[in-house]
């Protein structure tokens, strides 16, 4: 059972394609110097593919260590598989008595941002997912290195917390906003239960990002939800229209909400969710001129709207195709020749094969940053693990069911043109 922290919330933080930078000390060792923390920045792959997802993983105690190697791992088959061997073989409890949770914080922000550059072009969201069971006691620590020129040793750990609350709100990453989760089990050594409430707000974008649960029990389930909200996807529609070779001057109107029994030039004329445009037959060329869409229905296309001409019918295609319910709307075609004022339905119009739909991938990069102080048990620690590799799984599992619907999707394209050039 869990309940949701709701004071008030601080920063924003967006999902998904990471490229780490700084890392810190590992379990087995103290805390390394600033500048063997500042790695080159570059990316695992030499061209960064849109769509593509990166994970980062950083694991703290007293210090801050990039398990990743300040290096996001692309989440493909090769590196589902990394990640996975890197939660089992590095993240471990430490041996080292603190818990630095705003210095992680902040190793997480500077490596989201020393990798901008090398990001996918459409990168959609950068997040930092964060777990601990306790309160900090160990940032302002004067044996942690500098973080991108700054550092808090010595002074308020209240400091450091504001400084991150400012970076989470104010920071961009390729001009997005960062999406920051974050999740507790209060240990049993937290006496002050305000704050570490507080504290979970404090490092989530919203408050409603923050939640503590009583114990471990529910945390790969929440973990594995909120990778299922970041898994983004969406549809694109390209929409063809499809007419006659009619005279220069026709008008034509594509409608999605007329009855299917209404077929009155005043049914065409009275219609909210339309495409209408005039055909021009110019130096061999048809072209749709005047587009205005009604309601809800838009596309990108670019105006005039160009054409083939396909045997004795000619198609319009518009992109990125908005409002139309393939299955659901019903589509009429209305064609107005030059000289009329009236509607008239086009009994002969077809509208199979008039659209393609293509389910994006969105791009993403996302740190992990996970507690692994001496607070926590051994079975804690197995208990976060088996968390991070739902977590994981669940976005590459979502991503891989978003190739296999492109791949038959090419498929059936490759098929129905394979069978009209055979016919």
Not at 328 to 346: A, E, F, H, I
Not at 376 to 395: G, N, P, S
């Amino acid at each position: 059972m869990k309940s949701y922290v709701f004071f008030c919330g601080i920063f924003a933080m967006i999902f998904a394609v990471i490229i780490g930078t700084a890392s810190c000390a590992s379990n087995k060792e103290a805390p390394k110097s600033a500048d063997s923390q500042q790695n080159s920045g570059a990316v695992e792959e030499d061209d960064p593919a849109e769509g593509s997802v990166y994970i980062g993983i950083i694991s703290f105690a007293p210090y801050a260590e990039d398990i990743t190697g300040g290096v996001p791992v692309l989440l493909d088959d090769e590196g589902y598989d990394k990640l996975q061997s890197i939660l089992d073989e590095k993240y471990t409890r430490s041996k080292y008595q603190g818990t630095a949770i705003y210095y992680a914080m902040h190793l997480a922000l500077a490596n989201l941002s020393a990798n901008e550059s090398n990001y996918p072009k459409d990168l959609d969201s950068a997040t930092i997912m964060t777990f601990t069971d306790g309160l900090d006691n160990a940032s302002t620590s004067p044996v942690l290195p500098p973080l991108e020129g700054t550092s808090f040793a010595g002074k308020v750990t209240d400091e450091y917390l504001g400084y991150i609350k400012t970076q989470i709100i104010n920071r961009r990453i390729l001009d997005r906003k960062i999406k920051a989760y974050s999740a507790g089990v209060r240990g049993n050594d937290v006496s002050d239960i305000a704050l570490f409430r507080s504290t979970l707000v404090a490092l989530a974008s919203k408050s409603e990002y923050a939640v503590e649960l009583e114990d471990y029990t529910n945390l790969e389930t929440e973990f594995s939800e909120i990778a299922s909200s970041l898994a983004e996807t969406s549809i694109d529609t390209t929409f063809v229209v499809t007419t006659p070779a009619v005279s220069t001057g026709t008008k034509v109107r594509m409608t999605f909400d007329v009855p299917e029994n209404q077929n009155d030039s005043e049914a065409g004329l009275n219609s909210k969710r339309y495409l209408e445009g005039d055909i021009v037959y110019t130096d061999g060329t048809y072209m749709m001129t005047n587009v205005v869409y009604g309601g809800d229905i838009g596309s990108t296309a670019t105006l005039p709207v160009e054409s083939e001409i396909n045997e004795y019918e000619v198609d319009f295609t518009f992109p990125s195709f908005k409002g139309y319910n393939a299955g659901k709307d019903t589509v009429k075609q209305w064609l107005m020749v030059s000289g009329s004022r009236m509607w008239q339905v086009n009994s002969e119009y077809r509208l199979e094969d008039s659209s393609v739909q293509k389910r994006i991938k969105h791009s993403g990069v996302i740190y992990l940053v996970l507690d692994s102080s001496t607070s926590l048990k051994d079975d804690d620690v197995e208990d976060v693990r088996d968390a991070a590799q739902a977590f994981i799984t669940t976005l590459y599992e979502q991503i891989k069911d978003v190739e296999d619907v492109a791949e038959a999707s090419a498929d059936d394209s490759a098929s129905d043109e394979s069978q009209s050039q055979s016919s």
